[in-house]
Every structure is written in C-alpha cells, then in structure tokens.
C-alpha cells in the first residue's frame, strides 16, 4: 500500500489521527515534524529560529523526500503544502486532508508556544490559513470535516474511505 500522508492546518489533530490510523490499520507512523527535529538535533523554534522558516522549509523537504513511499503513515506539518516538490512527493501517495475551520484551531491552539508561525498577530495566522485552504483541497485524495467529530470516528471514516 502507498504511503498516506496526513496533511491540514495546525491543530487539525493530523498526529492524533495518524497514530490512531496507525494501529487500526496496523502501519508504522512517521511523526514528520519529530523526524525533522531527531535528525537535525534540534526543536522546530530552534530550527525557526536559527534558519529561519526557509531554513526549516529546506529540512522539511529534504527529510520528506527520504520516506519511504510505500507502508507508511506520514503526519505532516501544516505548512508542508506550500512547497510544490513536496505536494509532488506526496502525490504519489494517498493524500488525506483534516480539514478544521480556523475558529476550531484557535480554540485547540489558544496560546500554544510550540508553533513559531502560531505566535503571529490573530489576523496573519489567518491569512496563512487563507492562503493553504486552496492547496489543501487540491492535494487532497480524500477529505474530512474534522471539526464535530471525535478522534476515533475521522479514523472510522479515513479507514472507509481507504477501502
Ligand atoms: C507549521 C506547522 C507545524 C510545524 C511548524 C510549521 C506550519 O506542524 O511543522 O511549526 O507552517 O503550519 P503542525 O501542523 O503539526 O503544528
């Protein structure tokens, strides 16, 4: 089976919902954003903060590119989108976009210190947010409303979805 790479906006609940999918389906789960921070010996802030977001951009893509393409479940983080050699990675998986409204991720994020793009003014995180909604839904092989649904129902319907 293809790798299925979990994509949507910060605190869409992608590593929540992977590590679920995961033991349902019983695949190995790649954490991308963990994986970024083991194999560069550092935290994203730091990462943000030492090479700024291009710099963390370039790990991004360079790590997303050694993943295997078959067997796994990739978590990705909220920005992977942005960058067409990564959409071109996933691609070639199995897509599946978390798709959360912006009122939902503000009251799951409140004032969540782990994000350097979440510590923006109100009205740029939403313009982000803005600006991904168009490329999410182009990437997407299979999307869910996440906003009304528990953790175990969106796998329930991701696992349906599969097949
Ligand atoms: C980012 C989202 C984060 C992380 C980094 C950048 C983004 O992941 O990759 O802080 O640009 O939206 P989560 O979506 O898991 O929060």
């Known amino acids: 089976m293809k790798t299925i790479y979990l994509i949507g906006f910060m605190g869409a609940g992608k590593s929540t919902i992977a590590s679920l999918l995961g033991k349902q389906m019983g695949l190995p789960v790649i954490e991308l954003d963990d994986y970024i921070e083991k194999a560069e010996g550092m935290s994203i802030p730091d990462i943000f903060a030492a090479r700024g977001e291009t ?10 590119a050694s993943l295997p393409a078959e067997g796994y479940i990739v978590s990705t983080g909220g920005g992977v989108v942005t960058r067409q050699a990564n959409r071109d990675i996933m691609d070639k998986g199995v ?5 959360v409204s912006f009122e939902t991720v503000t009251q799951r994020l409140q004032d969540d210190q782990q994000r350097p793009l979440w510590r923006a003014d109100s009205s740029d995180k ?16 299979i999307t869910i409303a996440v906003d ?8 329930e319907l991701v696992a349906a979805r599969l097949g």
Do not use: C, W
Request: net charge negative.
């Open 95 to 99: 897509v599946v976009f978390l798709n």
């Open 55 to 64: 710099g963390f951009r370039d790990a991004e893509t360079e790590h997303l």
């Open 148 to 155: 009304d649904q528990t953790p175990s129902e969106i796998v």
């Open 126 to 141: 939403y313009k982000i947010f803005l600006e991904r909604q168009p490329l999410y839904q182009q990437m997407a092989h």
